[in-house]
T-cell receptor, first 114, second 110 residues
Framework: DTAVSQTPKYLVTQMGNDKSIKCEQN?????MYWYKQDSKKFLKIMFS???????INETVPNRFSPKSPDKAHLNLHINSLELGDSAVYFC?????????????FGSGTQLSVL | GNSVTQMEGPVTLSEEAFLTINCTYT??????LFWYVQYPGEGLQLLLK?????DKGSNKGFEATYRKETTSFHLEKGSVQVSDSAVYFC?????????FGAGTTVTVRA
């Protein structure tokens, strides 16, 4: 069983479209994250939820909106996609608040905006 | 602010060579330090961690020691294998947030 699973694995879309990426973890963890990895492999945190409450909200365009219907799911919705949104998006989870804890990552969603 | 600086790659080595990837950090408070590894086409996996000064993390032949006096957490492996080819990320955690370095791509040739 995959611990942190995200779908789709690949997403190719046109500029201006709206798309969603889904993430689910079956580890019973309290905290989930979204990270963005650019073409140079640089990883930047976008959001974090602990028990469905937002605890980290980095400087991200408000076109990006996370939604956590329950603590096992954290979805990422992106409106009006732009070329610069092309990247690999990783979902992750950790047991508690993440302080000093190991993060478990999904295998990534490669988003290509044309 | 809290940040991590790691040596730039790419690094190319022959099998059985010694690997060092330098990592230094800037942090307020007392961070936990990590090394994560990303194999091609996969998500990141924790390689090792250290939560306080002088702790040594080790896993799969890799080691790193938390040096508060030099604010460093350098990753080392004595004899690399082709299967160690990956991107290695140094990271620190202060409070809720885990901040990553820029990643170092390592290629090991047979």
């Amino acid at each position: 069983d995959t611990a942190v699973s995200q779908t789709p694995k690949y997403l190719v879309t046109q500029m201006g479209n709206d798309k969603s990426i889904k993430c689910e973890q079956n580890l019973g963890h309290d905290t989930m994250y979204w990270y963005k990895q650019d073409s140079k492999k640089f990883l930047k945190i976008m959001f974090s939820y602990n028990n469905k409450e937002l605890i980290i909200n980095e400087t991200v365009p408000n076109r990006f909106s996370p939604k956590s219907p329950d603590k096992a799911h954290l979805n990422l919705h992106i409106n009006s996609l732009e070329l610069g949104d092309s990247a690999v998006y990783f979902c992750a989870s950790s047991p508690g608040t993440g302080i000093g804890e190991k993060l478990f990552f999904g295998s990534g969603t490669q988003l290509s905006v044309l | 602010g809290n940040s991590v600086t790691q040596m730039e790659g790419p690094v190319t080595l022959s099998e059985e060579a010694f690997l060092t990837i330098n990592c230094t950090y800037t942090a307020t408070g007392y961070p936990s330090l990590f090394w994560y590894v990303q194999y091609p086409g996969e998500g990141l996996q924790l390689l090792l961690k250290a939560t306080k000064a002088d702790d040594k993390g080790s896993n799969k032949g890799f080691e790193a020691t938390y040096r508060k006096e030099t604010t460093s957490f350098h990753l080392e492996k004595g004899s690399v294998q082709v299967s160690d080819s990956a991107v290695y990320f140094c990271a620190l955690s202060v409070g809720y947030k885990l901040s990553f370095g820029a990643g170092t791509t390592v290629t090991v040739r047979a």
